[in-house]
């Protein structure tokens, strides 16, 4: 099981420019989760995604915004990068309909210059 | 409105050690309890969780926890502080009334003095 995998560990933007990060799931799990966790900071709920919906946002603009495939795995895109939006993005999948237990990515690091 | 709170952001323990890291929480809904620890620029891993039942839970790593409705509170305890525990601490609840989203407290950074 190789649980939830992140792509790419890194990455270095500039301020105006959009990103794409990727995540699979833990196999057999049906609910993707993005967290945003800037330097010194807990992990802050983006949103869910089920049944290649959006099911639940988190207080972020719409400059966030994702994708699930039929395969489980998803998207976060952010547009029009600020400098503030450099931060670990964590990735956490679950299983819809039980206790909402998640297991997590090793993230992303977004930095913006 | 769901919030954690972890009073303190370092701790520093000798080895050998008792440790206690607190966590409160307020939630309108039955929650679920979760510690996490995360190592400098990596995901976080799981090392308990509460859901019902037995207020006290074992976790992984000799870690454990309790639960304390009346406190609102889920404080991590380990009898003995290994070097290699030194990380950052993450308390977290959720609830299925609110999508199973996990709302997390700031942190706990424990250092550990050989």
């Known amino acids: 099981d190789a649980g939830v995998t992140q792509s790419p560990t890194h990455l270095i933007k500039t301020r105006g420019q959009q990103v794409t990060l990727r995540c699979s799931p833990k196999s057999g799990h049906d609910t993707v989760s993005w967290y945003q966790q800037a330097l010194g900071q807990g992990p802050q709920f983006i949103f869910q995604?089920?049944?290649?919906?959006?099911?639940q946002r988190g207080n972020f603009p719409d400059r966030f915004s994702g994708h699930q495939f039929p395969n489980y795995s998803s998207e976060l895109n952010v547009n029009a990068l600020l400098l503030g939006d450099s931060a670990l993005y964590l990735c956490a999948s679950s299983l819809t309909g039980t206790a909402p237990e998640a297991f997590f990515g090793q993230g992303t690091r977004l930095t913006v210059v | 409105a769901q919030s954690v709170t972890q009073p303190d952001i370092h701790i520093t323990v000798s080895e050998g050690a008792s440790l206690e890291l607190r966590c409160n929480y307020s939630?309108?809904?039955?929650?679920?309890l979760f510690w996490y620890v995360q190592s400098p620029g990596q995901g976080l891993q799981l090392l308990l969780k509460y859901f019902s039942g037995d207020t006290l839970v074992q976790g992984i790593k000799g870690f454990e926890a309790e639960f304390k409705r009346s406190q609102s509170s889920f404080n991590l305890r380990k009898p003995s502080v290994h070097w290699s525990d030194a990380a950052e601490y993450f308390c977290a609840v959720g609830a299925r009334e609110y999508g199973n989203k996990l709302v997390f407290g700031a942190g706990t950074i424990l250092r550990v003095k050989s």
């Open positions: 995604y089920y049944e290649e919906e959006e099911r």
């Open positions: 939630y309108g809904a039955t929650p679920y």
